[in-house]
């Protein structure tokens, strides 16, 4: 591929370059989500991964863990949108999906360990899903700009992001109403960045692209999974 030239936005490109886009991107996010399963399987499967959750979670180290996610996701966002080569945004790819898994362990060390329930991580992924598809076919099939929910991503994310930390400093649990809050979040970002996908990038973004949606959908899961286990702890 030769860097030096600029591809169309995905909104100009011919149909057919358009569709080519939208498999690349799609086929990425589903390699992405099995690579994070995989290596969840892994993790879970580590001697010790018990202390390991227990210590992530220990008072301001979960604090460290989020600073640390915050810092490398934005440097594998960074890479997957580079110009330099295609071998630099795979890296960034990878980078984001690593950091993920790392990030969801002691939430799944509780889903898989510490509940007696089979069906709760299907049920999760399920429910994420349907979503994610309800939300994908809304982007495609208006074909609406939705740009205009960015206003409400960066507020609400400051908002969110403040009231975890204050509950990592504080010590009180932000409880099932901030769960539910947070998936209407992720569904929002989930439509407004598959409407980004589709106006603005360009046909060679689709590594970019895929990690961007496999942000969302790894925020979508994770609130899910938190709704289901505090119902099932009730």
Do not use: C
Not at 72 to 88: P, Y
Request: proline fraction near 2%; aromatic fraction near 14%; avoid cysteine.
């Amino acid at each position: 591929m030769d860097y030096g030239y600029r591809a169309q936005s995905v909104a100009q490109a011919a149909p057919d370059a358009r569709a080519q886009f939208i498999r690349n991107t799609y086929t990425h996010l589903a390699l992405a989500v099995l690579a994070f399963l995989a290596l969840e399987y892994v993790l879970l499967s580590l001697p010790g991964i018990q202390n390991l959750a227990a210590v992530m979670t220990q008072g301001w180290n979960w604090l460290l863990v989020i600073g640390l996610f915050f810092v490398v996701s934005l440097a594998a966002d960074r890479m997957a949108r580079s110009e330099v080569s295609r071998g630099v945004q795979y890296a960034g790819l990878a980078l984001y999906v690593v950091a993920e898994a790392i990030l969801f362990v002691p939430l799944l060390f509780v889903a898989v360990f510490m509940i007696n329930d089979p069906t709760l991580l299907p049920t999760a992924a399920i429910i994420t899903g349907l979503l994610f598809a309800g939300l994908t076919t809304v982007a495609f099939t208006t074909k609406a700009d939705f740009s205009f929910l960015r206003g409400i991503l960066v507020i609400g994310g400051f908002i969110a992001l403040g009231l975890i930390i204050a509950s990592i400093l504080f010590g009180f649990t932000l409880g099932l109403i901030f769960s539910v809050v947070m998936v209407g979040f992720a569904s929002i970002a989930i439509l407004y960045y598959t409407s980004n996908i589709i106006h603005y990038y360009r046909t060679d973004q689709y590594v970019a692209a895929s990690v961007t949606l496999f942000a969302s959908v790894a925020l979508l899961f994770y609130y899910v999974l938190q709704i289901l286990i505090s119902l099932r702890n009730q």
